[in-house]
């Protein structure tokens, strides 16, 4: 980060991006390795996301990101952390048979791999810190936007002002620089919510994740690094979703069990249980 960052009142760059989230530090990262002065703008400061009870989830990156993240020097700091998808195995409720996807069909490679938000959100944080060219202004909340034909310019609430060639609204899907910029979008929810945990197993995950469709939705069964540990992101209605989550630890590790079946052997449940709504959402236009 630039010495004269936090004193400049007026801040000139090729690329303003306002989300520091995965997507919007990845980005940030990947334009400034490639000689294109970037500043990332957060409301929240960067080490506050990595936090283990921040969110609970867990991201699974497609082989071909995997190859991309490795090109901006990302992937290095965060291999260790991964677990390979080996196999992928998707059943109707507790049918024996499945539809089986396994690496070896097509190569060496797996699939893709599993990994915690919070870790990926570790090596991004470490990447931004070391890639020349990019600077971090968190946390700071923007007041003002204008854009025009040479660019777009912010303001921040202590009065300073960024302006930019480009300005990438990377800020969620209730983007507030999107909606600023006249985009509309298009979606609705689906009255469900998906609850989070993550479990310990005594029986090895083998590298497979598994993909139930229940009742209520699907139930997934995600492999996360050391071979006992996995992702379950149990898709439910969302007027029952309040009494699952009001359940004590051994009543929602029972009701857990149930869904995973016993091919993992002995499960018990590692830190908090989250819940997101689902819902699907499409921009009108990918620019203004």
């Not at 007026?10 to 997507?23: F, R, S």
């Not at 930019?164 to 990377?170: I, M, T």
């Amino acid at each position: 980060m630039r010495e004269s960052l936090g004193m400049a009142k007026k801040l000139e760059t090729d690329v303003i991006v306002v989300g520091a989230g995965l997507t919007g530090a990845t980005l940030a990262c990947g334009l400034a390795a490639n000689g294109i002065q970037t500043v990332m703008v957060d409301r929240t400061a960067p080490e506050d996301s990595i936090s283990p009870s921040f969110d609970g989830r867990a991201s699974a990156i497609a082989y071909s990101s995997k190859v991309a993240l490795d090109g901006i020097g990302l992937w290095p700091l965060v291999a260790d952390k991964t677990e390979a998808i080996r196999e992928i195995r998707v059943s109707d409720g507790p049918s024996l048979l499945f539809l089986h996807y396994d690496h070896a069909d097509i190569g060496d490679d797996p699939l893709g791999y599993m990994i915690e938000n919070r870790d990926m959100r570790s090596g991004l944080l470490a990447l931004t810190k070391q890639t020349a060219g990019l600077d971090i202004i968190a946390p700071a909340d923007i007041t003002a936007m204008t854009r025009g034909n040479e660019g777009a310019e912010i303001t921040l609430s202590d009065g300073r002002t960024v302006t930019g060639k480009l300005l990438v609204a990377a800020d969620g899907r209730a983007s507030m620089t999107r909606q600023a910029a006249g985009i509309d979008v298009t979606g609705w929810t689906y009255n469900q919510h998906a609850i989070v945990a993550t479990i310990d197993h005594t029986v090895s995950h083998q590298g497979i994740a598994h993909e139930r469709f229940l009742p209520s939705g699907p139930f997934a069964i995600l492999p996360l690094k050391g071979g006992h540990r996995s992702s379950l992101v149990w898709t439910e209605r969302k007027s029952l979703v309040g009494s699952f989550m009001a359940l004590d630890d051994d009543a929602f590790l029972a009701e857990i069990s149930e869904r995973v079946g016993g091919f993992l052997g002995d499960v018990s449940l590692v830190g908090p249980r989250f819940q997101h709504p689902l819902g699907l959402q499409v921009a009108a236009t990918l620019h203004r």
